[in-house]
């Protein structure tokens, strides 16, 4: 295992950097000047990206591993990276979940890229290190994505490396793992061009251990798979316990908050609980900080030995805070392995955004989902139209018609599909966990009001003359008249049922990612004194930039573009100092 000991984020000085070149400013805001094409936000509820997003969950699930490439990486380097700061301590950026639009997504990548940070008056210099938290990119992990919705911003933000050359680190995430990490090990993990923008990149793995002042260590976890932890991976991580003693201090960062998902789904926390208790604890370590995204927000579990911290405001669309548990237990007593830890509990100290803003923010629903969601609304339309045109062929009774036997016969599987699809949307069969019965009440309720509301279309469409007019007249008229108000009507009933439903913990995720929230989106900046405090700053933006202009600064570490409107970091809660 090899070492790197830079004195200031890496060992290669900027200006030469291999593989490296100033990067041409661009003239205009064309993507052919940007050299990538700004995405709008991902639209989660579009038909066909729920069907492609759901394949690839289920390839994952079936063949994840087949795919899984960690075996393989043990034929990489296993370096051990060292951060240090020129004063002797270090500024340390965490952001995750940032690759979506290109407007959250790119604000918060120039308030990490500049020189530094004025919030809520404290100075706070731009970090040496950043780390990537997880889910790079969405929907899918391909080349193209990448180099749109995640370094392409990132290269805009900060184009060329500032002289203390700033080093990432980055965790994959389960959108990072749909192609097996190819794409992600092509990004963050070479042998040459290690550089993302300005940022240096300091893995050769997937996972990685970053030795920090005053004996705090940064390790960063790949437990994506859904399986044990990989035996390379153990490996290398018993390596660095080598390092490790009674005196060293852990930041430990990981894809998904497990320990609140645990509430949920009691296996879930077991495999960081095992990475603890088996490599870690032997050596006296302590971990003091547990750092994720996955959930898009801000929030913090405080307890006896350590702070559990979910930070995955960096681009991609909110997600809500009113409905996290105001104490957990981690590891939770129900869980079934059988060597767990002593369990403990932990308090919920602080979130971002507040509750009462996320309940409003959920009142978005109405609105956005539609208009956010054009291609569902048409899905919707479309079903509907089916719908009521087999409920009109059964209820004027046309027995020898072509349109009765073309539409009668499939009402019983359209309301079928109706019924059974919404109670599956309320309880996904794949999901795991607890599941209890108030899914199945929610999700049959609301596929009944979507009956009801046919039938109440169907009455509707037969007291107006368009289904007396002469075949196929009926069926141009019911597309082209009745399925987009249907539609938007039907849209409203999915509205209202995901608002119900979320108060009760149900489709909490589909709530908010059907109104693709942009903005409360959150960072943590982390500064490791050289007598050993470690002090955290979380950074929260409650309006993101949707106007950019070029930087008329023309040097090389100038951000390419800024806010026509100035962007106001404060922080999520008062500093955090751990010791």
């Known amino acids: 295992m090899t070492d790197d000991h830079p004195t200031s984020g890496s060992d290669v000085p900027a200006e030469h950097a291999p593989g490296e070149r100033a990067a041409r400013r661009p003239l205009s805001l064309d993507p052919v000047e940007l050299g990538f094409t700004p995405r709008k936000p991902v639209p989660w509820l579009a038909p066909f990206l729920l069907i492609s997003?759901?394949?690839?969950?289920?390839l994952a699930m079936l063949?994840?591993?087949?795919?899984?490439?960690?075996?393989?990486?043990?034929?990489?380097?296993?370096?051990?990276?060292?951060?240090?700061?020129?004063?002797?301590?270090?500024?340390?950026?965490?952001?995750?979940?940032?690759?979506?639009?290109?407007?959250?997504?790119?604000?918060?990548?120039y308030l990490l890229a500049q020189r530094e940070l004025e919030v809520d008056g404290h100075r706070l210099p731009r970090a040496q290190t950043l780390v990537m938290g997880g889910d790079q990119v969405y929907p899918s992990a391909a080349y193209e994505a990448y180099e749109d919705r995640c370094k392409g911003p990132y290269q805009a933000a900060l184009p060329v490396a500032p002289p203390?050359?700033?080093?990432?680190?980055?965790?994959?995430?389960?959108?990072?793992?749909?192609?097996?990490?190819?794409?992600?090990?092509?990004?963050?993990?070479?042998?040459?061009?290690?550089?993302?923008?300005?940022?240096?990149?300091?893995?050769?793995?997937?996972?990685?251990?970053?030795?920090?002042?005053?004996?705090?260590?940064?390790?960063?976890?790949?437990?994506?798979?859904?399986?044990?932890?990989?035996?390379?991976?153990?490996?290398?991580f018993d390596e660095v316990a080598r390092r490790l003693g009674p005196q060293s201090r852990i930041i430990l960062a990981v894809p998904a908050?497990?320990?609140?998902?645990?509430?949920?789904?009691?296996?879930?926390?077991?495999?960081?609980?095992?990475?603890?208790?088996?490599?870690?604890?032997?050596?006296?370590?302590?971990?003091?900080l547990l750092i994720s995204g996955d959930l898009h927000h801000y929030a913090r579990y405080a307890g006896p030995e350590r702070q559990l911290i979910t930070c995955g405001g960096g681009g991609a669309y909110l997600y809500p805070t009113h409905k996290l548990p105001e104490r957990i237990e981690v590891p939770p007593k129900d869980t079934l392995s059988r060597r767990a830890s002593a369990t403990r509990p932990y308090d919920l100290a602080a979130r971002y955004p507040d509750a009462s803003r996320s309940?409003?923010?959920?009142?978005?629903?109405?609105?956005?989902?539609?208009?956010?969601?054009?291609?569902?609304?048409?899905?919707?339309?479309?079903?509907?139209?089916?719908?009521?045109?087999?409920?009109?062929?059964?209820?004027?009774?046309?027995?020898?018609?072509?349109?009765?036997?073309?539409?009668?016969?499939?009402l019983v599987i359209m309301l079928g599909v109706t019924l059974l699809g919404a109670a599956f949307f309320a309880k996904p069969p794949s999901a795991g966990g607890k599941r209890h019965v108030r899914h199945w009440i929610l999700g049959v309720t609301h596929g009944v009001a979507q009956v009801g509301l046919a039938a109440a279309g169907t009455w509707a469409w037969l007291a107006l003359?368009?289904?007396?007019?002469?075949?196929?007249?009926?069926?141009?008229?019911?597309?082209?008249?009745?399925?987009?108000?249907?539609?938007?009507?039907?849209?409203?009933?999915?509205?209202?049922?995901?608002?119900v439903a979320g108060a009760f913990g149900v489709n909490v995720n589909e709530l908010f990612a059907g109104q693709g929230i942009e903005d409360s989106k959150s960072f943590l900046r982390m500064r490791i004194d050289p007598d050993g405090s470690l002090t955290i700053y979380p950074i929260a933006v409650d309006r993101v930039s949707r106007d950019w202009q070029l930087n008329p600064d023309q040097s090389p570490t100038a951000s390419w573009l800024t806010p026509k409107t100035t962007l106001t970091p404060h922080l999520a809660e008062p500093p955090v100092t751990l010791r």
Do not use: C
Request: aromatic share 14%; no cysteine; proline share 7%.
């Open 63 to 109: 063949f994840g591993a087949y795919l899984d490439k960690r075996e393989l990486q043990n034929a990489l380097d296993s370096k051990i990276a060292r951060q240090v700061g020129p004063d002797g301590g270090l500024w340390l950026d965490y952001v995750a979940d940032l690759g979506d639009g290109f407007n959250a997504t790119y604000s918060v990548a």
């Open 53 to 58: 997003t759901g394949i690839r969950t289920l």
């Open 465 to 499: 003359p368009f289904y007396d007019w002469p075949w196929p007249l009926p069926a141009v008229a019911a597309a082209v008249v009745y399925g987009p108000v249907i539609g938007l009507v039907s849209s409203q009933v999915v509205a209202a049922y995901l608002l």
């Open 257 to 288: 908050p497990t320990w609140v998902k645990s509430v949920d789904h009691p296996t879930a926390y077991d495999s960081i609980d095992y990475f603890i208790r088996t490599i870690l604890a032997p050596t006296g370590a302590h971990v003091r």
């Open 359 to 410: 309940r409003r923010y959920g009142w978005g629903i109405f609105p956005r989902l539609p208009f956010r969601n054009p291609g569902f609304t048409t899905l919707l339309g479309a079903l509907h139209t089916l719908l009521m045109l087999a409920m009109a062929g059964v209820t004027a009774n046309r027995t020898g018609s072509t349109e009765q036997r073309l539409f009668s016969v499939p």
């Open 164 to 236: 203390e050359r700033p080093t990432l680190f980055a965790v994959p995430g389960n959108h990072d793992w749909y192609d097996g990490l190819t794409a992600f090990l092509r990004l963050f993990v070479r042998s040459r061009d290690r550089h993302f923008g300005g940022w240096g990149t300091g893995q050769s793995r997937s996972y990685f251990a970053v030795e920090l002042p005053a004996d705090w260590w940064l390790l960063g976890l790949d437990d994506q798979s859904g399986s044990y932890l990989d035996d390379p991976q153990l490996a290398y």
